[in-house]
């Protein structure tokens, strides 16, 4: 059984930063790709940021230049470090990973405000 474990929301006044971490337990095999969604009141769970196996990484036109992601397959953890946090990325974040099937953390709450 694999689970995702998600950490590193919080409350965070406009301009500043955080990091999000996830792991995965319950596989022996690497994931070969690994992303961070979210989903905000009222709206749809959007892409933000995407890695795969070869490194390759996708951003969302919103959070380019402020967001990082990056990530270890062989150990199945994805990180993403939040820069110049708006308003607007209030919302719950979530990892997923492809490891022979598709998997979702449970969701984390940022929230940006002053």
């Known amino acids: 059984q694999v689970q995702l474990v998600e950490s590193g929301g919080g409350l965070v006044q406009p301009g500043g930063s955080l990091r999000l971490s996830c792991a995965a337990s319950?596989?022996?095999?690497?994931?070969?790709?690994m992303g961070w969604f979210r989903q905000a009141p009222g709206k749809e769970r959007e892409s933000v940021a995407t890695?795969?196996?070869?490194?390759?990484?996708n951003y969302a036109d919103s959070v380019k230049g402020r967001f990082t992601i990056t990530g270890d397959n062989a150990k199945n953890t994805v990180y993403l470090q939040m820069n110049n946090l708006k308003p607007e990325d209030t919302a719950v974040y979530y990892c997923y990973m492809m490891i022979r099937g598709g998997y979702w953390g449970q969701g984390t709450q940022v929230t940006v405000s002053s």
């Open positions: 319950g596989s022996i095999f690497s994931a070969n790709f």
């Open positions: 890695i795969n196996s070869g490194r390759v990484t």
